[in-house]
């Protein structure tokens, strides 16, 4: 089992930045495919970015919302992946979770991640 720690959200104003960060322990961090997820109020979970393991290329996935004004990375020495928020816009504001999964391929949905962490709340006003 995989332990995520995310971090790094908090309140800030519609154009500015952010950047979550998620810590992961119990697994080799670089055979891990992570991705982010936010929930808003009222509304379900969605896709928000992934990365896939670094001998998949380390891919970038990104849900057309975000597309442009979000960048996930990893860092495999600090076990850590990463969400960089710029241009933030009120409908932006969510919980975000970082997710992780060890399979052969990227997970296609986030019922197919195995883990996930505590969520962080982004709030971005107006």
């Known amino acids: 089992q995989v332990q995520l720690v995310e971090s790094g959200g908090g309140l800030v104003q519609a154009g500015g930045s952010l950047r979550l960060s998620c810590a992961a322990s119990?697994?080799?961090?670089?055979?891990?495919?992570m991705g982010w997820f936010r929930q808003a109020p009222g509304k379900e979970r969605e896709f928000v970015a992934a990365i896939s393991v670094s001998w998949r290329g380390g891919r970038t996935y990104y849900a057309a919302s975000v597309k442009g004004r979000f960048t996930i990375s990893r860092d495999n020495a600090k076990n850590t992946v990463y969400l960089q928020m710029n241009n933030l816009k009120p409908e932006d504001t969510a919980v975000y979770y970082c997710?992780?999964?060890?399979?052969?391929?990227?997970?296609?949905?986030?019922?197919?991640?195995?883990?996930w962490g505590q969520g962080t709340q982004v709030t971005v006003s107006s």
């Open positions: 997710a992780a999964d060890s399979g052969y391929r990227v997970p296609a949905t986030q019922s197919d991640y195995a883990d």
């Open positions: 119990g697994r080799t961090f670089s055979t891990l495919h």
